[in-house]
């Protein structure tokens, strides 16, 4: 099992950038992929980015070329880089981990993009 912990959100301009952080609670380095998903009010939970264990990536392509997905292993911690922010990438933000038969979220941290 793994607690994850976001933290980043916030409200910020459209064309801004805001850097995500999900904490976890055990070495992230084996977890099979991680990723962000995002919920906007009204509408289903959404695949934004993924991150594999061999460090392959997959982005939703309406982030591609604006949203950066990393990791740091020494930190347990997985990052989304957020570029380039339009109105409507609001919504609530959350951490994911697929390990073996086991999916894990965090809490979700608010993404509002409003001028």
């Known amino acids: 099992q793994v607690q994850l912990v976001e933290s980043g959100g916030g409200l910020v301009q459209p064309g801004g950038s805001l850097r995500l952080s999900c904490v976890g609670s055990?070495?992230?380095?084996?977890?099979?992929?991680m990723g962000w998903y995002r919920q906007a009010p009204g509408k289903q939970r959404e695949l934004v980015a993924t991150?594999?264990?061999?460090?392959?990536?997959r982005y939703a392509d309406s982030v591609k070329g604006r949203f950066t997905i990393s990791r740091d292993n020494v930190k347990n911690t997985l990052y989304l880089q957020m570029n380039s922010l339009k109105p409507e990438d609001t919504a609530v933000y959350f951490c994911?981990?697929?390990?073996?038969?086991?999916?894990?979220w965090g809490q979700g941290t608010q993404v509002t993009v409003s001028s």
């Open positions: 055990r070495n992230i380095f084996s977890i099979d992929i």
């Open positions: 991150l594999t264990s061999d460090y392959t990536t």
């Open positions: 994911n981990a697929k390990m073996g038969v086991g999916m894990y």
